[in-house]
């Protein structure tokens, strides 16, 4: 069973399990309307309709910058909620593994934990506080961590997590608010490019982030489904070479729609997050024939694919 199946990490799933199955499994996608994972009934009841073998899940209440600034509360309590509703449930239905989706931005700020250095691994994850920008949902998703491996301590549970950087890919939200960075952007530009007007980047666009695409991230999770058994959570993100600033990737997404126009920065929104540079050398030593797919190719195929279903991107 995949929670959170019509997100975009589910969308991506849905197209990496068709062409490349798991032996002996079919896949149940989930979503909203199957059942509330807030709600502990809902959750049982989910349970018994569909009775997994296996759980991956994706379902979690997700925003970039803007959204985890503005509602740090709910943040945190509907993650927490919902991921201890499925872990008690994987427990009772006797799922043979679950997989949970953390995130990088959930590990020490380094300029909080001055005797952090980067790239940040694995060992860190709790060695410090998280950026204030996120913190309602990065505490909440320490605690898959901490509730997993007290589950695996005390029931055995084969329960793992991973940890991917920023991922962006088509089927993402798109909302101006809420969503995240190349989202936020590709609506933007797309806006600009066929509305006319400016470009709008918020912040300096001097931050750097790691991006991960969706379908890779899909083929990861795959991977760690039949080969990942550690309870450390596992960081998933190309290597720091590939760190980027916002800038860049703003002028990447404008050239993949051809926006010759001007890109501007507005500097009365916040940056959040300096960089977050993480090392995936504990991934390429378990999995070092995987390829990433370049980031240029990959906003080239989300930008198409945006201009292609604007009129039913969530917006
Ligand atoms: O993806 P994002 O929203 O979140 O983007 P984080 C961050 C960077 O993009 C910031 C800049 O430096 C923003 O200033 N930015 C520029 C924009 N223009 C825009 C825009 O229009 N919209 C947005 N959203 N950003 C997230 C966490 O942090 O990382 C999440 O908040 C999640 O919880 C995710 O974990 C992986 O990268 O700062």
Sequence with gaps: MVTGGNGMLGYALR???QCEPIEGYRYVFVDMEEGD???????????????PDGVIHLAADVGGLYKNMAHGVEMFENNLTMN????????????????SCLSTCIFPEQSLSG??????????????????????????????????????????????????TNIFGVNDNFSEKASHVIPALIRKCHAAKHGGGEFVVWGTGRPLRQFIYSLDLARLFVWAYQQYDEEVPLILA????????????????????????????????ADGQYRRTVSNRKLMSLNPDF????????????VQWFEQNVAVARL
Excluded: W
């Design 291 to 302: 390829v990433f797919t370049p980031l240029s190719a990959a906003i080239a195929e989300t």
């Design 238 to 269: 190309p290597d720091e070479g590939q760190e980027v600033s916002i800038g860049d990737v703003a002028r990447e997404i404008a050239g993949a729609f051809g926006f010759a126009g001007p890109v501007v920065f507005d500097g009365s929104y």
């Design 37 to 51: 994972l807030c709600k502990s009934g809902e959750t049982a009841a989910l349970f018994e309709r569909v009775r």
């Design 15 to 17: 197209q990496v399990t």
């Design 115 to 164: 005797h952090l250095r980067l790239p940040i691994d694995e060992s860190m994850i709790h060695q410090g506080p998280p950026h204030p920008s996120n913190e309602g949902y990065a505490y909440a998703k320490r605690m898959v961590d901490v509730l997993s491996r007290n589950y695996r301590k005390q029931y055995g549970c084969n329960f793992v997590s991973l940890a991917p």
């Design 84 to 99: 201890m509703n499925v872990m008690r449930c994987c427990r009772e239905f006797k799922v043979e593994k679950l997989v």
